[in-house]
Each structure stands twice: as C-alpha cells, then as structure tokens.
C-alpha cells in the first residue's frame, strides 16, 4: 500500500470514529444515604455506573433494588445504614453484567430474615468491605426464586459468580446470623454437572 492510500484509509477511519457515540461509565453520588436518595441516584444509574453513597447514617425502611448491573460503594463504615424494614439490598439479575455492593456498615434487623437478598441471572456479584452488625437472621441469601424456575419450569441459567470478601461480621445479638450464608443449590441437576474442581464454578470458603 502507497503511503498515499495509507492516509486516506486513516482519515476514513478517524472519520468512523467520530460519528461512533462511544459510552463511558459514569459515577453518580448520592445526595445522602438515605432510602430516597441512594434509589433516586440508582434509578439514574445505568448499567455499568458506580453509585457512591456519603458518609452518613440513615435508617431504611425499605430495601433497594438493583435490576441493573452497577456498583454501590459507600464510604466504609462511616456510611451506616439501619435496617428497620425488609432486606436492605435486593439484587434480581436481569441476565448479565456484573454487580457490586461495597465498603459499608449494616446495622438493625431486616424482617425478611436476610439483608441482602440475590436472584435473577447475572455474570458476577462482588460484596466487599462490609461491617456487619445486624440482628436479621442472616447476612446474604442466595438463589431461591431462580431454583425454583430450574427445578420447575426447566429454565436453563448458567454458572453465576460470586465473591464475598474482606467482611467483618459479628452478629448483634445471641443467635442472630447463623448462618451467614444461605445458599440455594439445584437439587438434583446439581449432580449432572461437572464438579469443577480448581475453577471458579466451584465454591470456596476461607477464613
């Protein structure tokens, strides 16, 4: 090619990508940590977005949902939020993208039993960082309603990752949160699979 045919092809594709709308994730921070403002700013997110809640402490009466893969990132255990109602957070996959909870303090008592509630289908779901200090029966539970639509209606879902890291968990009060994890298996499909020994299809639990 002449250094002549060279020039048009880049001023052709230099022109392609100016008329290409390119999207960046955006970082959007609440006006507090209360109820209404972190769904306010959720419901501006869009997949991909980083949500940052300030440091604060608020009490919920409600849990937030997220049916869009984002990350909600508070500022450690200066942002606190107060349980008086459901499960604080309920994540419901809406097919892919990967969803992240981090860097914040749980405290009170969700009346579902579980703070964090995980459904749908999803790529990955990361929850770092928390303080746990609560009273509900357990921190995290994972995989009821999309069980049931594998066991029942044969819904094919694939394998679904989940990390759950750096957490500093005590209970706050005698007997609550045992266990810290509930998590729902595939019953008897679960044994037709390859066990995945040394991948990240399998689970691993360290303390």
Aim: proline share 2%; aromatic share 10%.
């Amino acid at each position: 090619m002449s250094r002549y045919q060279m020039t048009i092809v880049g001023v052709f594709f230099i022109g392609l990508l100016s008329m290409t709308e390119v999207g960046y994730a955006e970082t959007i921070n609440a006006a507090s940590c209360s109820y209404t403002h972190v769904s306010d700013a959720i419901g501006s997110a869009n997949a991909g977005d980083t949500v940052l809640v300030p440091a604060g402490s608020c009490s919920w009466g409600s849990g937030i949902k997220l049916s869009k893969a984002i990350t909600v990132k508070g500022a450690g255990e200066a942002t606190a939020i107060t349980a008086t109602g459901n499960s604080l957070i309920n994540i419901e996959g809406n097919g892919s993208g990967n969803y992240r909870i981090s860097s914040l303090k749980f405290l009170g008592s969700s009346s579902s039993g579980s703070d964090v509630e995980i459904g749908g289908v999803w790529d990955s779901i990361r929850i770092d960082n928390i303080k746990w200090n609560t009273q509900s029966t357990r921190a995290i539970k994972v995989g009821y309603n999309h069980v049931w639509d594998i066991l029942t209606s044969g819904i094919s879902i694939p394998h679904q990752k989940i990390l759950i890291d750096n957490i500093d968990y005590s209970p706050a009060s005698a007997g609550g949160g045992e266990p810290f994890l509930l998590l729902y298996g595939r019953n008897h499909l679960a044994w037709q699979e390859e066990d995945g020994f040394g991948t990240d299809n399998f689970v691993f639990i360290e303390s």
